[in-house]
């Protein structure tokens, strides 16, 4: 059982940052991976970034590369997503995901968070 919690949306102009946070709580350390994916209304959702728990390996969409950052607090079972140059496009509701294998399917899902950019 494990349980995600994001924070850290909100409205920003373009060009500007933001910091998500997605805590986690349960069985975390049978997590072997943690990722952020985000959906605008009427698209599908879309793979933004990913970061295994052990290691810290790192993965990125092209569409973010050189503007986001993930990141793992193992000691907090937090992973963060910070977002720098910001534009329209990357509105979205974002999410985490935790995954228990090394591959690409996700087992647990936060609510989401709103993340407005505005031109």
């Known amino acids: 059982q494990v349980q995600l919690v994001e924070s850290g949306g909100g409205l920003v102009q373009a060009g500007g940052s933001l910091r998500l946070s997605c805590a986690g709580s349960?069985?975390?350390?049978?997590?072997?991976?943690m990722g952020w994916f985000r959906q605008a209304p009427g698209k599908e959702r879309e793979f933004v970034t990913r970061i295994t728990w052990n290691a810290g390996n790192k993965y990125y969409a092209d569409s973010v590369k050189g503007r986001f950052t993930i990141s793992r607090d193992n000691a907090k079972n937090t992973v963060y997503l910070q977002m720098n140059n910001l534009t329209p496009e990357d509105t979205a509701v974002y999410y985490c995901?935790?995954?228990?294998?090394?591959?690409?399917?996700?087992?647990?899902w936060g609510q989401g968070t709103q993340v407005t950019v505005s031109s």
């Open positions: 995901a935790a995954s228990n294998s090394v591959g690409t399917n996700y087992d647990y």
């Open positions: 349960g069985r975390s350390f049978s997590i072997y991976a």
